[in-house]
């Protein structure tokens, strides 16, 4: 069956529907060997020769994925840091980039630093805001634009189509984290974007037990010749067991994108007008920030992550977090199993982030549960 013929749904669940002609296996098999035979006439006819250019693990993972986001190519990495620090080190010092400031800490403290340290001209705006970001764009200097939507750990929205038009009439590239929207929800190529990158350690694994990246080009052009050249020769690559367990994750991607976003709104709207709650952060609800932009950009759902912040303060967040039995209270999201936590202490004394704020990935489990929980935190557990 043409996987072009069927819903995207479909084909995630049959892998595109490849089977193994030689043993009819419908599950593919793990290739762990880190070297291939050469033909007599010193040639590599199989395309392959060493384990850090490609890997056959990787094929199925990688081409599911770029028919999920509608892209011409795809490639793996060793995280999503891997997949992310790629896409700025593929530019030369001096060029400018822009960026959120409200996303994933661990790339806005490396843009920050190495990045900086490196020779990008690294600036950040709020991305939310168009206006604010055509104010920031360099004509002819300006070489990417990066954004996260919706964005840790507030949910904010970024409008992926108009900001695609405001970088390419200024001559720069476009590239979406989408690790929490995931192709279930957004697909950010087809919206005008260059580039995505998952955190694949996510929801596209979603069972917490892999690290994984990824990136989706548009185009299979120079600058994709560049970012496999500095997958290859940085090595960044991931290894064959773990490629073998993200397409297993990959196949239930749709079911569980699609719960974990009924049971955030629920949670969400549960929460909204609670008195000891000040602000429910998720773009599923009509008062949220890009709620309209969310709506046009997002199908099928708002996501699985939601933040709320207390009303009693910092101190009671993190009692709440403490007194939650179903909720595990860990860093992370995407996976099938609920995680809170306070994310100022994970980001330090420098993090933007409020201190009240509590961040929530809903998983898999019963949202009557999970609203339960909090509920009985909230009032103070026992
Ligand atoms: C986790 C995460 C990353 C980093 O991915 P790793 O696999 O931990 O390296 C980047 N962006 C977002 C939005 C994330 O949640």
Do not use: C
């Amino acid at each position: 069956m043409d996987p072009k013929q069927i819903k995207p749904a479909s084909a995630a669940a049959q892998a595109l529907g490849w089977v193994d002609e030689k043993t009819r296996a419908v599950s593919p098999a793990i290739h762990t060997s880190t070297t291939y035979l050469r033909d007599e006439d010193n040639q590599y006819r199989s395309g392959r020769g060493y384990i850090r250019a490609d890997n056959p693990s990787f094929d199925q993972a990688e081409a599911l994925l770029n028919h999920l986001e509608q892209g011409s190519g795809a490639m793996l990495f060793g995280s999503g840091m891997a997949a992310a620090t790629a896409v700025f080190l593929a530019l030369k010092p001096g060029d400018h980039v822009v960026a959120p400031k409200v996303m994933y800490w661990g790339l806005r403290s490396w843009l920050q630093g190495f990045a900086k340290d490196w020779g990008l001209d690294v600036e950040l705006v709020d991305t939310t805001d168009q206006a604010a970001l055509a104010k920031a764009l360099r004509p002819g200097k300006t070489k990417l634009v990066w954004i996260e939507t919706p964005a840790n750990p507030t949910w904010v929205i970024t409008d992926i189509a108009a900001t695609a038009r405001l970088a390419h009439q200024a001559g720069a590239r476009l590239a979406v984290d989408s690790t929490v929207a995931t192709p279930v929800l957004t697909r950010p190529l087809t919206l005008g974007a260059d580039l995505v990158m998952h955190a694949a350690t996510k929801y596209l694994n979603g069972h917490s037990d892999v690290i994984a990246g990824a990136l989706v080009t548009a185009k299979d052009d120079d600058g994709w010749k560049r970012l496999k050249a500095i997958r290859h020769d940085m090595g960044a690559v991931l290894g064959s067991f773990e490629a073998w367990l993200l397409l297993r994750g990959m196949r239930t991607l749709f079911v569980r994108v699609s719960a974990a976003s009924r049971g955030a709104q629920q949670i969400a709207e549960h929460f909204a007008k609670h008195p000891k709650i000040t602000a429910v952060l998720y773009p599923g609800l009509p008062a949220a920030q890009g709620h309209a932009v969310a709506a046009r950009e997002m199908s099928g759902g708002f996501g699985g992550m939601l933040s709320l912040r207390v009303k009693a303060g910092e101190a009671a967040a993190i009692a709440v977090a403490a007194k939650v039995r179903l909720w595990k209270r860990a860093t992370s999201l995407g996976g099938v199993e609920s995680l809170i936590e306070h994310r100022a202490s994970v980001e330090g004394p420098t993090s933007p982030v409020p201190a009240d704020l509590l961040r929530l990935s809903v998983g898999l489990e019963d949202a009557g549960d999970l609203i339960a929980d909090l509920e009985q935190a909230l009032a103070g557990g026992s």
